[in-house]
């Protein structure tokens, strides 16, 4: 991670949200800032983040976080919440979104969810948001828009209404409504306000300045080509738009260390001054090319100015990579974590792959310790495995947990993961033999369904199961608490590392759905299609 100094006056470290956190979106009530990333297949959904300097940000909750808001159910990878904008009105916060079920091969529009705002005028409170309400316009990358008048304005990124028949393959373009807030119903039809010469606009977002209307949006697709476009119409959200003189925007390229960045967000501080999110990637930079990056699309900040009335981002140079002060670059060393599961509740960051079903653990606040009551689904499952994740955000980093785990079945299994989607992971756990006596051991599944077996000497000893998560690897390695008294300097010669997996092979495409999200490291537990009725004891879980 790099550190910089900008004209703004002002240090800072991007990428500001670490970890997957595609579409940022922000808004600022008077010193406080928020800003929401997509969630996809995983719940809770739309996590908010809040900062007062916009550079340190924390995680304060989510918008959907009940099944009466959102029901993910086996949605394909890099499906469900998608691109979610944040505004402020009257004192009261919107979030839009919608939630995809299918999108591959072809964004079949037939199929493009209606999207909706759920509300609440206490962000700091995740119950009060309310259930959702829908649009009529089918699309994505939904936006709001207050206009002076009190007009509220949906944008929609859908394919170009009456397409000719030599149009674009894509043609996702930007269409624009006005509707009845309390409905969510259109109350205009749906014009077409901006398409875009490589067939894909999409990400808009509307602002007023002064007497300009800005129309913001990201052009190109998500990866190699993606940009960030601006026009400003003097008449009103509907347009006729003036395209900018210095369109992309934004536009790093695949030789930058950040790369693939647009779907820019903007807003004014506190002290006058515009900024500007995006989402980017990090390839790692190895002698032979950059590989790719593990944390899929995260979310960055650069200053915004104004020339003649047209924004400029960044000194129109890439993000985070040509200042002027190169000697403010330093290398982040990686942030501790840890959770002894000592709460009444999980810490705010824990994800669950879809929405679960019924609860299938217990905090145990007396012992501390999480246990986990595995369903019948095993990780490879569309359906809900009994699974928690975390995001990583740094590396070099080790993921660890202790588990105590006594499998009274052949069939169950609980464990540690690294995880891209149901198609590519990499797990170490515990199983047992199929004889009567169930002896323990350690299994090792790797991305292509083979998998290593070790023998655990003691049956009933805790377990540390480690994830060494490197630049261009992830290690995985076990060691067993046979005696309580085992010193922390011994850890190295004790542990038995059983496998590596490269980052390549982590960060594949999946066969179906799209690589939108990043690598989370998780805690899981099964019983290969029946309940697996031994609890798995975590004693905690750690980045260090
Ligand atoms: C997002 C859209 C996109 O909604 O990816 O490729 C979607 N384009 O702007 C998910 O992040």
Known sequence: MTRINLSHNHAFQNPILPGFNPDPSIVRVGSDYFCVTSSFEYTPGAPIYHSTDLVRWRLIGHALTRPSQLVIKTVEPGGGVWATTIRHHDGVFYITTCCFDRYRPQLDDRVFPRGFYVRTSNIWDSSSWSDPIYFDLPGFDQDLFWDDDGTVYLSVTRRKVDRCSNSKLKDLAIHVSTIDLESGSSTSPALLIRESPTGISEGSHHFKRGNYYYLFTAEGGTEAEHCEWVMRSSTGPFGPYEVGPRNPLLRNTTMDEIQSTGHCDLLEDNQGRWWAVCLGVRPVQTK?????????????????????????????????????????????????????????????????????????????????????????????????????????????????TQLSFQPTSHRYEAGTVVWWNHDTYCSIGIRSTRNAQHLPYIRVRMPDGTTTEVPLTSTDADVELFIDCQLCSYRLGFRELVSSIQAEDEKDESTTWVAEVSTETMTREPRLGAPFTGMMLGLYAFGDMEKCLTPAVFKYASFT
């Open 288 to 400: 032979a090319g950059f590989k790719p990056s593990v944390f899929g699309r995260e979310s960055f900040l650069m200053p915004v100015t104004w020339e003649d009335d047209w924004p400029v981002l960044n000194g129109n140079r890439p993000v985070a990579l040509e200042f002027e002060d190169k000697d403010l670059y330093r290398l982040e060393l990686p942030s501790k974590w840890l959770d002894k599961f000592d709460n009444n509740e999980m810490q705010l960051g824990w994800y669950r792959k879809n929405t679960p079903i019924k609860c299938d653990y217990v905090l145990d606040t007396k012992l501390s310790c999480l246990k986990l009551y595995g369903g019948p689904y095993d990780l490879s499952s569309r359906a809900t495995p009994t699974l928690f994740l975390r995001k990583q955000t740094h590396r070099p980093v080790l993921w660890s």
